[in-house]
């Protein structure tokens, strides 16, 4: 059995509670993770080349207002 098998057997034999807060925990594991790979991101300056064509859009007036 691999550990992700193993893994969902486990949650899979979480009582309601348990599931819950094991939900709870993982949205939030799984929300901090994704904001630091976001500010890996932008400190490297791998999302600058989105930021400018944007920018472009803006300026030649290709937007809309939300």
């Known amino acids: 059995m ?3 098998e193993q893994i969902e057997r486990d949650v899979s034999a979480l ?5 819950a807060k094991f939900r709870a925990w993982f949205e939030r594991y799984d929300s901090d ?3 630091a790979a976001i500010e890996r991101d932008t400190q490297s300056g791998a999302l600058d080349r ?3 064509a944007a920018l472009a859009e803006f300026t030649a007036g290709r937007t809309r207002r939300l």
């Open 50 to 52: 989105f930021a400018d």
């Open 2 to 4: 691999t550990r992700l």
């Open 15 to 19: 009582s309601a509670e348990d599931l």
């Open 33 to 35: 993770r994704f904001d």
